[in-house]
């Protein structure tokens, strides 16, 4: 490994994963955001997005794929699901690989890799250890029904996807309730100085 320890960060919708991920970077750790490599893929990669236009042509627009003419073509098409992932999954490997090998260049002692689905994608198999961001059941639909555009069927939809937070629970080296702002900055401080063996930028 190098040295770098690689970090897995992941959570349910609405548990605070971006927040977290932000208060990472904020004490300045290296941190990669699956989210964000998929748009740039979608949005700058040619080869990926010319593989897209072969299987879903009316995603593919001037501005590369529309992300939500594709979620509305896979909700109609399960079949265009695997295809997808055959497409996606490689680009973001490279992407991600490019990401940590960038980190042990720079001899950094620890990086986050924020990862929406990590253990539905079995992603904790390549990764030193994993954090999990969880809140209560409740707290948790108050937040996503919250956000804009947001409806009963979109957000029971993206949980089926999603491993019951229980057991993502379970499976994590490390857990971090998002009940407060300055509750998880405290907690992100104190997991760098383990991890990292060093005190987190202020």
Not at 79 to 94: C, D, G, Q, T, Y
Request: aromatic share 4%; with cysteine.
């Amino acid at each position: 490994m190098g040295g770098l320890y690689v970090l897995g960060l992941t959570g349910s919708i609405g548990m605070g994963k971006s927040t977290t991920a932000d208060m990472f970077r904020d004490a300045g750790i290296a941190v990669w955001d699956a989210d964000a490599a998929v748009h740039e893929l979608y949005t700058s990669h040619i080869e990926t997005i010319e593989q897209i236009a072969e299987i879903a042509p009316i995603a593919v627009g001037p501005d590369g794929v529309s992300r939500d003419i594709l979620r509305d073509l896979l909700q109609a098409d399960k079949n265009l699901f695997s295809k997808l992932e055959n497409i996606v999954h490689p680009a973001i490997r490279m992407h991600r690989d490019a990401f940590l090998e960038r980190c042990r260049e720079m001899d950094l002692k620890l990086a986050v890799v924020d990862i929406p689905l990590l253990y539905e994608t079995g992603a904790e198999g390549w990764l030193d250890g994993v954090l999990v961001v969880s809140i209560d059941a409740e707290t948790q639909r108050t937040r996503v029904m919250g956000r804009k555009g947001m409806t009963e069927e979109t957000f029971n939809m993206i949980l089926g996807k999603q491993m019951p937070d229980v057991e993502k629970r379970i499976r994590a080296d490390f857990i971090i309730e998002t009940k407060s702002l300055d509750h998880v900055r405290t907690e992100v401080h104190s997991l760098i100085e383990k991890l990292a063996g060093k005190k987190p930028n202020a």
